[in-house]
């Protein structure tokens, strides 16, 4: 068998989980036979947050009903995609302020109108314009409007559409009200007792795994979602003073020890951020007791005067996200933030 390939993004690398598991048996072998310490219990599962299991074959990708806006124009009749991909210069998609394209198929799918998979038939054609902090209401409405003018004159026959300033202002707004949800992120610091000591590599990489937490992505340690609806649900990341991440291969031989270890997770993104929190501090415990360490509860990077501000700076982001009519964790939440 070949080689797997990583690639390579500078200082950085993507591989396989495959890769990942090989790293850690070769480097620390029964990593996956540590005896836990602590069982860590996942949150509770919200069908609207759980999509790794639908059948990739019949998902629809279409624009986010709260982080983009969209306008859909339906076709005279059948018309092949790839020609309005190749229509579209890079100066159209300027002025049109660069939507997301998408499309829906005869049999009723809406996917991306371009990708490796693309439809070669379609009946009507989705723009989906994201709604980020840089985006501007003027700058949209303009594009949509060109936009509009640009399709009505090609032979495809699609139909005139309305471009409402007023809604987009509107979708606007709520979008920038996401963005402005405070607090993002929730954390606790461990490090030494005593000053100029660090943690023990090997223990660290021990006891991370005992309460539960996977070393990976990032070179960094997580507790992985097992329900779906994220990736992973908080993480530890570790910080020798030097590399700023573990390396198995430098562990193993006594060659890292760690300065600090910070568990964290962003709030609006996580799905049952209250649960998660309530896990994340007893992991905190675990670890603290078993490497002899102080910890600092952080809300944003700044330090607070105990645990209990962290439970109430989660519910208050957890309030404002409800008044919006959003959940944390949700779609619409993460593809903003």
Known sequence: MAD????????????????TRGRIETAMPGTSEIAPILKLVLPPIDPDLVSRNVDDDARDY??????????????????????????????LRRDFDRPTFYV???????????????????????AGWPLR????VDRLTAGAEHLGRWLTSRPEGFSFWRVDRTEIAARHAQARRILSVAPDHVSIVIWPKKDGDRFDGKKVWGTLHAIGLQWGDGDQF??????????????????????????????????????????????????????????????????????????????DGVVVSGIEELASSVQKAVDELASINVKPGSSSVCILR
């Open 62 to 91: 279409g624009p986010d009903p709260i982080a983009e806006f969209s306008l859909t124009t339906d076709a005279k009749d059948v018309f092949a995609p790839a020609a309005i991909g190749a229509a579209l210069t890079s100066d």
């Open 4 to 19: 797997e390939k990583k690639i390579i993004l500078g200082d950085m690398y993507l591989a396989s989980a495959s890769h």
């Open 222 to 299: 997580h507790w992985n979602d097992q329900t779906g609806q994220t990736d992973y649900l908080f993480s530890a990341e570790v910080d020798d003073g030097e590399l700023g991440y573990a390396l198995p291969e430098r562990i193993s031989v006594g060659q890292q020890h760690f300065e600090v270890i910070r568990f964290g997770f962003t709030v609006p993104r996580t799905p049952a951020p209250l649960h998660v929190l309530k896990q994340m501090i007893s992991a905190v415990q675990a670890t603290s007791l078993e490497l002899d360490g102080q910890i600092a509860p952080c809300v």
């Open 133 to 136: 902090e840089d985006s501007d």
């Open 104 to 126: 829906r198929t005869p049999s009723g799918r809406v996917t991306f109108m371009q990708s490796s998979d693309a439809p070669s038939q379609a009946v009507a054609l989705i």
